[in-house]
């Protein structure tokens, strides 16, 4: 068994190794900007989670790694499309591919990483392929669907908690689940546990998204990457201001949608005044609280996979980790 | 055997029955753009080109429908992309997706048809099925490159014969050629037959673009579905341009140069003053010889075939078609 770190390591190099040899391709302003993008690097999450799943089966993690590759590789597609979109000019404290590049080159390159994860996928040999693709094929699909709830969100007060989960599950949480399936079937491990690690996923996914917009509000500016307050001046429609908008009394509500309403603003204002209304609203304990309840869920979910205990303690470590806890 | 009329009513009505269940998916913003993508329509050719293929050692089409989708649908994905990029208003006399929604709408629903075009291909059922995602996916990156190439063309004037052939390879014949290896690797040829169908697409698709730039400048406005002389009026890279800037004489370089450097100009004008040289350096006969290579080419690989004479006459007669050839 490998450990986290190992693992990382391991993806690290490949990803590296591979995306040096694309830089050399022509024509070189489709594939810089995909070395770029590769190249910027991040927690490499989700190649991490595959490789842990597949490890539980089998410890040459090497066969499964074209196919880690492929998830990051598509992780990545979606940030520079995503970032297109919400035309966002920095990620990972480096200018975005738009912005470093332009327009056109983040979607043309962005469109040709799609195909190079399905050509790092089909590198792996294994009986369950096919399924692999399928199930990633699948999986991109809801990715898209949930970036769109996520725009149409924009221009909406009326988001539900409900609605807001759904979002999150296919933006963020399906590929977590998905890398998890995935090592698990190229292990050609038995339906059951590869749809418990599906599930887990899931579960780690939506702990995951919302303590990624709790950070947004209330991380350590030092620690946490970008300016803490984002999603506060953008009106993002985040766990944190539904339930605001859910739980404020009428006078509340009148101020924090003169804040989302208002159109000139000084930045730190608005952060203050709204994380005031946090405060009174106690949304830092409800988003916890939600926080625990799909952690406790994925790691219930853990301890009930047939594979020994202690070969599932690694992924247990690494959902600590991406959760930031302590414990 | 299918004749072509009969398998492009089939593609239509598959097609049109499989965009109107995607309009009725949620997120709506998502797959409205996609609908509407699919529904403008166009001539089809490239599915059809999937089933004459598949038709030449089976008949149970049906068989090889979903592939036929993915094509058109992926073919669909790299018109709405490649609008955005040339900033294109109208394609097939109607507004392009970008314009009739939004830039954004119009980059995802382009991510999201990519991904249905790879779930279309895996309802096939064929022991061929990974060979074709390989080909598909090695097809889709050099459409992308294809792209990127013309795109650097942009800047360029030096832009040589030989480096516009391998671009319109790409962007344009590998396409082509993909859908007809496609259908015979569905329906389990052989190695041979297959990468001559391959072949055949290539030449076919080189003949195919230089029609459409040799039309773009000399065609018939009424059957032309778009105005004459757009690429002359954007200095587009084509066969005609770069044929004339390297057959001109000095003082045909500074006229041509001039017209191509010129910010103001009435569009009519530019149009009449750059066609008045193509007719001096006899641009529309030498397009007309370089398609006829290609056309000629294509046939003699199609007669080598050894299907039977009779069963490649369906795609003899796509081929007249597609090169609006009357004999």
């Not at 040709?112 to 096919?130: D, H, Q, R, T, V």
């Not at 199930?135 to 969100?153: K, N, P, W, Y």
């Not at 908690?161 to 292990?187: D, F, H, N, P, Q």
Request: hydrophobic fraction near 40%; proline fraction near 2%.
């Amino acid at each position: 068994m490998y450990s986290v770190k190992e693992l990382q390591e391991i993806i690290i190099a490949e990803i590296e190794n591979r995306s040096g040899k694309l830089k050399k391709l022509e024509p070189s302003n489709l594939y810089s900007p995909v070395n770029y993008s590769l190249e910027i690097g991040g927690k490499r999450l989700r190649p991490v989670l595959l490789l842990l799943s597949y490890n539980l089966f089998s410890d040459d993690v090497k066969a499964a790694l074209p196919a880690a590759v492929a998830i990051e590789v598509f992780h990545n597609f979606t940030l520079l499309h995503d970032d297109i979109m919400d035309k966002a000019e920095v990620r990972r404290n480096q200018p975005t591919v738009h912005k470093k590049f332009d327009e056109n080159s983040a979607i043309l390159s962005g469109d040709a990483m799609a195909f190079l994860a399905y050509k790092n996928l089909l590198e792996c040999k294994s009986e369950g392929l096919i399924n692999v693709i399928k199930l990633f094929s699948d999986t991109a699909i809801e990715v898209c669907e949930g970036q769109q709830f996520d725009m149409d969100f924009e221009t909406r007060l009326d988001v539900s908690e409900t609605e807001y989960l759904e979002m999150i599950r296919l933006k963020t949480a399906v590929l977590l689940a998905c890398s998890l399936k995935v090592g698990a079937l190229l292990a050609n491990a038995d339906n059951k546990i590869t749809n418990q690690l599906y599930e887990f996923g899931i579960n780690l996914g939506l702990a995951f998204q919302l303590q990624d917009d709790l950070l947004d509000s209330f991380g350590d500016q030092n620690t946490f990457g970008k300016k803490i307050g984002g999603d506060i001046l953008f009106n993002k429609k985040t766990f944190l201001l539904i339930k605001a908008l859910e739980n404020c009394l009428p006078a509340e509500k009148t101020e924090l949608l003169s804040w989302i309403n208002r159109k000139d603003f000084v930045a730190e204002k608005k952060i203050k005044a709204v994380l005031d209304i946090y405060n009174r609203l106690n949304i830092k304990e409800l988003t916890q609280m939600k926080i625990e309840y799909y952690f406790q869920k994925s790691t219930a979910i853990l301890q009930n996979i047939s594979v020994g205990k202690n070969k599932t303690e690694a992924l247990a470590e690494l959902s600590n980790q991406v959760l930031k806890r302590n414990h």
